[in-house]
């Protein structure tokens, strides 16, 4: 057991190549049969593994490089944070979503952080005051 890794949205291309594979196939059926079905087929799968590759990215930046940068952007001291990988676009390019907390007992600040997962800038940033109560759970 190592540390949790998110897998790479590269991936992708893996099931791309399966449908490009699956096209020719049915490309290959409908030249010697009547059924326009698997010329259909054909065009569909085609059409979708190419998509598959155009949004295979490759992520260059890290969940813990995320974090590191998004610590760095809200400008207090970060107790608990959580990342979460988000897509953004029809290529569906991957972005980090950061949700961190201040350091102190219960926070007083809270901060959301997005940033690109491909070249690691900014895409937004938001910081409040926490809002949440946490009297009713002795703190």
């Known amino acids: ?7 790479d949205v590269g991936r992708r291309r893996i099931s791309g190549s399966i449908y490009l594979i699956l096209a020719a196939t049915c490309a290959a059926g409908a030249a010697q049969s009547p059924n326009r079905g698997l010329l259909a087929a054909a065009v569909l799968l085609g059409l979708l593994g190419i998509y598959h590759f155009i949004a295979g990215w490759h992520q ?11 610590t760095r ?3 207090f001291p970060v107790g608990h944070a959580s990342a979460a990988l988000a897509w953004r676009g029809l290529r569906s390019r991957p ?3 950061i949700l961190l907390y201040s350091a102190d007992e219960p926070p007083s600040m809270r901060g959301l952080v997005e940033l690109d997962a ?8 938001y910081t409040e005051k926490n809002p ?8």
């Open 1 to 7: 057991m190592g540390p949790t890794v998110f897998p």
């Open 60 to 70: 260059k930046i890290s969940e813990t490089d995320a974090l590191v940068v998004a």
């Open 73 to 75: 952007t809200v400008g």
């Open 95 to 97: 972005a980090w979503r």
């Open 118 to 125: 491909m070249d690691g800038h900014i895409l937004g940033e």
């Open 132 to 139: 949440e109560d946490w009297s009713k759970f002795g703190l």
